[in-house]
């Protein structure tokens, strides 16, 4: 029972680059979520799906874009990436609701 | 903008001592109160949840719940050198954003052997 899958764990891009962030659930949750963390700014919402079929903006969704592929899958997109967008992303998942998020190991991304 | 706020520490205590965190937030609706352990480059960890006013205890953590001062706590007990980490705060929506977890920036914990 891996949880929350995020990959890759590290990854380096230069300014302008696009990428996409992984994430993967085997707990059956039906609500996900993409945070970021950044020195002195705490966790921080990007966008979350509440449930399959979903989407929605967080707090700081500017530059970012997301597809909720099935039940398991979330993945977040840098369509163009900034050194503003330097940072550790977070995935997590829950039940619903307002149960407890289950966080991934997080990946850790430099804009250059 | 729901604000969830915490004391950034450090917070230092020495080993088998008691360690008070604090939290305070915004949004009187909120109904869902959780506490995180992150460790240095790592990810959040649930240590516990209170959906109620009062007291919740669980080993050696308790958390209290004061909805009308709009405050949560969690008390450590028996301080460990392995409890050393930062603990965050989180708090839910009210109403229709009740599975938005808002974070407070966390309070650095330090306790000494």
């Known amino acids: 029972n891996a949880g929350v899958t995020q990959t890759p764990k590290f990854q380096v891009l230069k300014t302008g680059q696009s990428m996409t962030l992984q994430c993967a659930q085997d707990?059956?949750?039906?609500?996900m979520y993409w945070y970021r963390q950044d020195p002195g700014m705490g966790l921080r919402l990007i966008y979350y799906s509440a449930s399959e079929g979903t989407t929605d903006k967080g707090e700081v969704p500017n530059g970012y874009n997301v597809s909720r592929l099935n039940k398991r899958e979330f993945s977040l997109r840098l369509e163009s990436a900034a050194p503003s967008q330097t940072s550790v992303y977070f995935c997590a998942s829950s039940q619903g609701g307002d149960s407890p998020l289950h966080f991934g190991n997080g990946t850790r991304l430099t804009v250059t | 903008q729901k604000e969830v706020e915490q004391n950034s520490g450090p917070l230092s205590v020495p080993e088998g001592a008691i360690a008070s965190l604090n939290c305070t937030y915004s949004d009187r609706g909120s109904q869902s109160f959780f506490w995180y352990r992150q460790y240095s480059g790592k990810s959040p960890e649930l240590i516990m949840f209170i959906y109620s006013n009062g007291d919740k205890e669980d080993g050696r953590f308790t958390a209290q719940l004061n909805k009308a001062s709009q405050y949560v706590s969690l008390l450590i007990r028996d301080s460990q050198p392995s409890d050393s980490a930062t603990y965050l705060c989180?708090?839910?929506?009210?109403?229709?954003?009740?599975?938005?977890?808002?974070f407070g920036k966390g309070t650095l914990l330090t306790v000494n052997p």
């Open positions: 707990m059956n949750h039906n609500s």
């Open positions: 989180a708090v839910t929506g009210s109403g229709g954003s009740n599975y938005k977890l808002t």
